[in-house]
């Protein structure tokens, strides 16, 4: 069954154009071939034109879970559920799609409908997507385009666009350990903040390496982060550096 779901569009449409035009040569006389062949050809277009497109979201390799039952948490962002999401793929937009974000694989997964069926989108195709309200750019490295921090290639949750936008990378490893003589095994989550301009990236770890790449109102944006009370704990270093980058656009403005 399910090399059938992955019929790439072009040899479906193939298949699709020839059906039609046996069927058609079947019951007209070949005084009517060029006929024939018209109709055939119209009907190649409408196909291409109203089916083609979703059928790119299948042409990816079947994804296989491997994760052992005993395994404590799970690989996913969020839930290990498919949730509601949208893609940019093959410079195409789909919207109410079954998405799943694979952590440790850095790769989005695609469920069929009925879940018949688990696909991997090409990582290479994927210009961006989002699951629920988190939306996700996928950056590719570039040693020589930028100073300072180099990305490494993968989906980055796009935080705060603009000039200096705020870029959210999360990874899951799988971590081992003896538990009563029996080893055990447990996803841990690792997320990493990192701020952007068109020249440089730098990994945000305190207030002082966003202001680094303000190119004004630094003093503002101090004391605004002073009189909020913001930290940048491991648990607090999202939502304060997003307060203090939005307050940023507020006085730039």
Not at 29 to 54: C, F, G, I, K, M
Not at 212 to 227: D, G, N, S, T
Not at 232 to 243: C, D, G, M, V, Y
């Amino acid at each position: 069954m399910l090399p059938k779901l992955l019929i790439g569009g072009a040899s479906w449409l193939a298949l699709s154009a020839f059906l039609h035009y046996q069927a058609a040569a079947q019951s007209i006389s070949n005084s009517d071939s060029l006929a024939v062949a018209a109709a055939v050809t119209a009907a190649t277009q409408h196909y291409a034109e109203d089916v083609q497109p979703e059928s790119v979201l299948f042409n990816g390799p079947e994804y296989v879970n491997n994760t052992l039952p005993t395994t404590i948490g799970h690989q996913f962002l969020g839930s290990a559920d498919p949730r509601p999401g949208t893609a940019t793929y093959y410079n195409a937009r789909f919207q109410d799609l079954a998405l799943r974000y694979d952590l440790e694989l850095d790769r989005v997964v695609l469920t069929y409908p009925n879940q018949i069926a688990h696909i991997v989108l090409v990582p290479e195709k994927l210009d961006a997507f989002s699951i629920g309200d988190q939306k996700f750019i996928h950056i590719l490295s570039d040693s020589s385009a930028r100073a300072g921090l180099v990305l490494p290639t993968g989906f980055y949750e796009l935080l705060q666009p603009g000039p200096v936008s705020l870029l959210g990378r999360h990874t899951k490893y799988l971590q081992q350990s003896v538990v009563h003589q029996s080893l055990q095994f447990e996803f841990k989550q690792l997320d990493k903040l990192f701020a952007r301009t068109s020249g440089t990236t730098v990994e945000v770890s305190r207030l002082k390496d966003l202001l680094a790449l303000l190119p004004a109102h630094k003093p503002e944006v101090q004391r605004y982060a002073r009189q909020q009370k913001l930290r940048f704990t491991a648990a607090q270093r999202e939502a304060s550096a997003l307060k203090a980058l939005r307050y940023y656009y507020t006085v730039a403005q």
